[in-house]
């Protein structure tokens, strides 16, 4: 029993470090969304052709809003996440475009991001990316500079599955529950000033 006390007063004390969390999950979240929505805001003529073109783009209704209110929100959130301000407020639109990409882009990917051969995650499409893989790296072993291509890394094939849309809709889904945190965001201190 008196072990059992010790145990739960040792975590009691990782309370006084809650911040980290949300701390961490936003810093992570803000460089994707950054360049997820700055990407798009700096060619948008070919993200609204992109979001409503039914043949080889998403083909989603009313392109031009789709666009805006995607790129906006992205690149908008990634400041409010830096910041800490209105955390779980922005939480919600950035969950609602990584749906809207597991659903349109990614889905008929299946789940993996990047292709690999076996596990049960694995399909008949990363199969055969891994065999292009395979041969890729045969070609270029015999007739390109290999081990320069390779010194700063393995090269992949991107299956582009739900994965990361997935992962990063927990994340935002952890914020709005958790919120910013403690300290380092200005809702904590907008909170202390205002709320005590």
């Known amino acids: 029993m008196r072990l059992a006390i010790r145990l739960q007063e040792l975590l009691n004390l990782t309370r006084n470090f809650d911040f980290l969390g949300p701390l961490a999950l936003r810093l992570y979240l803000v460089p994707i969304f950054w360049m997820a929505g700055t990407k798009k805001l700096s060619d948008m003529e070919s993200t609204i052709a992109w979001f409503g073109n039914p043949d080889w783009g998403l083909g989603l209704p009313f392109p031009t809003f789709m666009a805006y209110a995607a790129s906006i929100t992205e690149a908008g959130g990634a400041i409010l996440l ?19 990409a597991a659903l349109t882009v990614h889905w008929q990917n299946g789940w993996l991001a990047i292709a690999e051969g076996n596990g049960i995650f694995a399909n008949e499409r990363t199969a055969g990316a891994v065999e292009r893989l395979d041969r890729a790296r045969e070609l270029l072993r015999e007739h390109g500079q290999y081990s320069w291509l390779t010194e700063n890394g393995s090269f992949v094939v991107l299956n582009n599955g739900i994965e990361f849309a997935a992962t990063y809709f927990i994340m935002l889904l952890m914020l709005l529950f958790v919120g910013a945190g403690r300290y380092f965001s200005v809702d904590h201190w907008i909170a202390k000033r205002y709320m005590a």
């Open 82 to 100: 830096l910041l800490g301000l209105a955390v779980r407020w922005i939480s919600i639109p950035l969950m609602v475009t990584m749906v809207v």
